[in-house]
């Protein structure tokens, strides 16, 4: 089930409570059944390609052409098909849905081969704006997990103009290489432990060599709960198999820890981000009961976002990769803020 806390003076369900103080709000709504992951047969089908800044960007769409335009975002290691539940119900409920390869994912290739390997978070977004650019979208509802929420914020964060609604799993994502710089807790570093992998030539030649293994892996920690199945798993890490998804993953991770360099272009984005900056788009956060990968609490970031906000607790054993396994609460969130 979803358990909305009160947040006053700014949540989605005041709206429906007709003039209920929002200090009141507090709802639980029925259960969203966790997916059982039986429908790896299922895909989302034809993909599309388009240039688009540095990239050729591998997308699938969905949809209406003249719909209201929802871009979906995956994370690491998932890859589209994290949607593959909620693009076709956004798209029924008249929505025009994208749903793009990352850098170093599928079908998304490098236009030229001079082009550095670059996973800084800024990048990925600065992506999805060429991306809406070559589409011609001025504006989208935007929702994410894992990368795909960090650049979610991100975008909201720096282009507020370009991002109609935001829905982020695990809230507010946007970091910096000087918050990277600081320790934490023990518990908290162990789950961190592929980061300090990657920072190492071993495990660089590790991934690259174990990567299918290795993205398992992270699936079965991220989502302890989730009994998704082989045909399920073998659908996304088609994904990995992109020439730069070893480059783009390890790059990412270094240049979080300072032990990379990002591209001069980009450091005033970097430099913006660096100072946290609050989000003012309508927004709904969403977390897992069961999540087992690194995220926050959410009162850790309630005050980012403060423009109309609401989060959502998604419980019934729902791990890391919210989206597919519990669609249904995804979906509701993404069609509740882009109607909102």
């Known amino acids: 089930m979803i358990v909305s806390p009160p947040l006053p003076r ?20 029925p259960a969203f059944a966790q997916s059982a992951g039986t429908g790896g047969s299922r895909r989302l089908e034809p993909l599309k390609n388009i240039d688009a800044g540095s990239l050729s960007i591998g997308y699938y769409e969905a949809g209406p052409a003249d719909g209201a335009p929802v871009i979906l975002l995956h994370g690491w290691p998932y890859d589209i098909h994290m949607f593959v539940d909620i693009a076709p119900q956004l798209a029924a409920a ?3 849905v994208i749903v793009p390869y990352l850098r170093g994912y599928g079908s998304t290739r490098f236009l030229s081969a001079h082009t550095p390997r670059n996973g800084q978070q800024s990048v990925v977004a600065v992506d999805i704006i060429a991306l809406m650019d070559a589409l ?17 914020c991100i975008m909201a964060a720096l282009w507020p103009e370009r991002v109609k609604a935001l829905v982020s799993v695990s809230g507010y994502l946007i970091g910096s290489q000087q918050a990277g710089k ?42 302890p709960k989730w009994n998704f199945d082989a045909a399920t798993f ?20 270094r240049w979080r820890l300072g032990l990379a360099d990002g591209e001069a272009r980009y450091q005033a984005l970097e430099d913006r981000l660096a100072k946290a900056p609050v989000i003012g788009v309508p927004t709904i956060t969403l977390e897992g009961d069961a999540n087992g990968a690194p995220h926050p609490e959410p009162s850790t970031y309630a005050k980012k976002f ?31 803020v882009a109607r909102g």
Do not use: M
């Not at 700014?10 to 709504?29: C, D, E, H, N, T």
């Not at 403060?306 to 609460?329: F, M």
């Open 10 to 29: 700014r949540s989605f369900l005041a709206k429906a409570a007709l003039g209920v103080a929002a200090a009141q709000l507090s709802s639980i709504v």
């Open 94 to 96: 008249g929505f025009r």
């Open 136 to 152: 011609k979208i001025k504006s989208a509802t935007v929702a994410g997990c894992d990368w795909g929420a960090r650049t979610a």
């Open 182 to 223: 600081n320790p934490l807790p023990p518990a908290a570093e162990l789950q961190w432990w592929y980061q300090y992998y990657f920072a190492t030539e071993r495990g660089r030649a590790g991934y690259e060599k174990n990567r299918h293994d290795f993205a398992k892996l992270i699936w079965q920690l991220a989502s």
């Open 234 to 253: 073998e659908r996304s890490a088609v994904a990995f198999e992109n020439p730069d998804h070893v480059a783009i993953t390890v790059h990412n991770y």
């Open 306 to 336: 403060s423009g109309t906000y609401e989060h959502r607790l998604v419980s019934g054993g729902i791990g890391h990769n919210l989206p597919q396994e519990a669609p249904e609460a995804f979906a509701k969130a993404v069609l509740d």
